[in-house]
């Protein structure tokens, strides 16, 4: 069977200034900025957990501000069936992860295991 687990918070800005809107949830949330690298800095900017606990980043988006999570997997397919299984609906598939829709209307994304833990964690799933 396979795993899943939170991977963490993506905070949606519609914005054209991704640096500012990083910079006023770097100092919201006491985390420091990260740039990414090539075109995914164009569009991300990763906020450092000091705990290394979770995922945050700030997205410029298209749609409403607003945040959404992403669950990771080491199946992304076979999480997806899970979760349409329990009500949720495929909404877009972007590179290699999809966009859900919750039975209540929440957006989030299911992306694939991709966090240092997750092996370790899975692991200790058996």
Known sequence: MHKSMLSGFIIDCRTD???SAASFWSAALGMDTRILPGQEGDNYVRLVDPAERIDVEVQTVDHESR?????????VEA???RLEKL???RVAQIRTWWVMQAPTGQKFCVVRAHSRDFAKIARDWG
């Open 17 to 19: 200034d991704l640096k």
């Open 67 to 75: 945040v959404h999570l992403d669950i990771e997997a080491d199946d």
């Open 79 to 81: 999480e997806v069936r």
């Open 87 to 89: 009500g949720a609906k």
